[in-house]
């Protein structure tokens, strides 16, 4: 099922997961989305994010490192979830 169909098919916020090694990177996100998702965050380098992220099927997925996006990135384009990547150490 696509993110689009679970969020379709269930009442409620879609899902954001966040990857991170940034805990406030996970309490920046949440704030900004507070009312309009409901956000989950997850420690990074915890081994195979693709499959995770299969399992968990969120809308979309908050990655803060190179390798974390190239893994989520194969999730998002099979979900047609958004993928966002924020660089901390390149403040972008």
Known sequence: MT???RSAAEPGFPLVAVVSSYPL????V????EGIAEVRAF???QGDTADFLRLLQPA???VDSAEEA?????????????LVHVSLREDR
């Open 43 to 45: 420690p990074a380098g």
């Open 30 to 33: 949440e704030g900004a989305l």
């Open 25 to 28: 990177l996970a309490e920046a």
């Open 3 to 5: 993110a689009e169909a």
């Open 60 to 62: 979309a997925v908050v």
């Open 70 to 82: 190239e893994a989520a990135a194969e999730f998002a384009r099979e979900a047609r979830a958004t």
